[in-house]
C-alpha cells in the first residue's frame, strides 16, 4: 500500500502546476523552483517527472536537493538526468531563510501542521530579551529534530511514529547558526532571517526558541532564500492549472 502524504488528506488537496520544460535539458540540467505554500517537495518532482515525459518521450531521473516542509515557501533546487549526481552538493551548502515565530503557544509539529497544544504567558517578554536569544543561537550547537520530521528511528521515519502516536528517543544533530537576525518585534509574532548549516530544522529553532524565553513558540511562516549563492528570486515561480484525469493517478 503506498503511503499517505500530506497532500493525500482531504484537506490538503494536491494542487497541480504548469511546467514548460521544453527548453530543460533531459541529459542534465539543475532547475531553481520558487516552492509554492501547501505542496510538498515529493509533489514537485513528481509533476515535473510527469512534464518531462510527456515532452521528451521517456523517463527522466529527477530529484531535489534539500525538503521543503509543506507549509514552507522558497527555493527548491531541482536536478535531472546526469545533473542528480550533483545533489549532495547543494545539500551541503548553507541556507539562508526568513520566517515568524509566534510567542506563547505550541503545537506538536512546532509549526500550523498542527494545532495548539499549549499556551504560555509571553507578555514579559521585550525586545531585547528577543534579540538576546537569537544571539544565543549562533555558532556550534547540536539540535534535536523535530519528532513529526522524515529522521530515522530504529529504522522508521520519525513522523510516521509520531502519527501512530508512538514515543520516540530522536539523537541531537550537530547544526551550525551563523546569522540570526530579528527583523521584526511584534508581540505574539517575532520575524526572523537565519543562515545556517545543512540539516538544520527552523521548527526546532522555534520550539528552543520559546522555552529560552520561558515560554512557549511554533513557527507560523518561513521561506528558504538562499542556498549557497543561489537566490529564490532567481527560480521559476510556477502557476496552477486544472488536473487531467492521467494527472490524478499521480
Known amino acids: 500500500m503506498r503511503k499517505r502524504r500530506f497532500s493525500d488528506r482531504e484537506e490538503n488537496t494536491r494542487i497541480f502546476y504548469s511546467f514548460d520544460v521544453s527548453e530543460f535539458n533531459p541529459d542534465g540540467d539543475v532547475v531553481m523552483i520558487d516552492k509554492p505554500y501547501r505542496c510538498t517537495s515529493f509533489d514537485i518532482v513528481g509533476q515535473l517527472k510527469y512534464a518531462l515525459k510527456q515532452q521528451f518521450g521517456k523517463k527522466i531521473k529527477v530529484g531535489h536537493a534539500g525538503t521543503l516542509d509543506p507549509l514552507a515557501t522558497g527555493l527548491l533546487i531541482v536536478c535531472i538526468g546526469s545533473f542528480t549526481k550533483r545533489?549532495?552538493?547543494?545539500?551541503?551548502?548553507?541556507?539562508?531563510?526568513?520566517?515568524?515565530?509566534?510567542?506563547?503557544?505550541?503545537?506538536?509539529?512546532?509549526?500550523?501542521?498542527?494545532?495548539?497544544?499549549?499556551?504560555?504567558?509571553?507578555?514579559?517578554?521585550?525586545?531585547?530579551?528577543?534579540?538576546?536569544?537569537?544571539?544565543?543561537?549562533?555558532?556550534?550547537?547540536?539540535?534535536?529534530?523535530?519528532?513529526?520530521?522524515?529522521?530515522?528511528?530504529?529504522?522508521?521515519?520519525?513522523?510516521?511514529?509520531?502519527?501512530?502516536?508512538?514515543e520516540a528517543a530522536i539523537t541531537p544533530k550537530p547544526i551550525t547558526i551563523s546569522e540570526f537576525e530579528i527583523t521584526r518585534f511584534d508581540l505574539p509574532d517575532v520575524d526572523f532571517r537565519i543562515v545556517c548549516s545543512k540539516g538544520t530544522y527552523i521548527r526546532s529553532i522555534a520550539r528552543d526558541f520559546g522555552q529560552r524565553l520561558?515560554?512557549?513558540?511554533?513557527?507560523?511562516?518561513?521561506?528558504?532564500?538562499?542556498?549557497?549563492?543561489?537566490?529564490?528570486?532567481?527560480?521559476?515561480?510556477?502557476?496552477?492549472?486544472?488536473?487531467?484525469?492521467?494527472?490524478q493517478q499521480l
Open 87 to 166: 545533489i549532495s552538493t547543494f545539500q551541503s551548502e548553507e541556507k539562508e531563510y526568513t520566517g515568524t515565530f509566534r510567542l506563547g503557544a505550541t503545537t506538536p509539529s512546532f509549526d500550523l501542521e498542527k494545532p495548539v497544544d499549549a499556551e504560555y504567558p509571553y507578555l514579559h517578554i521585550t525586545e531585547a530579551m528577543v534579540r538576546q536569544a537569537a544571539a544565543s543561537f549562533i555558532g556550534d550547537s547540536e539540535q534535536i529534530p523535530p519528532m513529526f520530521s522524515a529522521v530515522r528511528v530504529d529504522g522508521k521515519r520519525a513522523y510516521q511514529l509520531a502519527r501512530e502516536g508512538e
Open 214 to 247: 520561558n515560554s512557549g513558540a511554533h513557527l507560523t511562516a518561513l521561506r528558504r532564500t538562499r542556498i549557497g549563492g543561489l537566490r529564490v528570486e532567481n527560480a521559476l515561480v510556477l502557476k496552477e492549472k486544472p488536473k487531467t484525469a492521467e494527472e
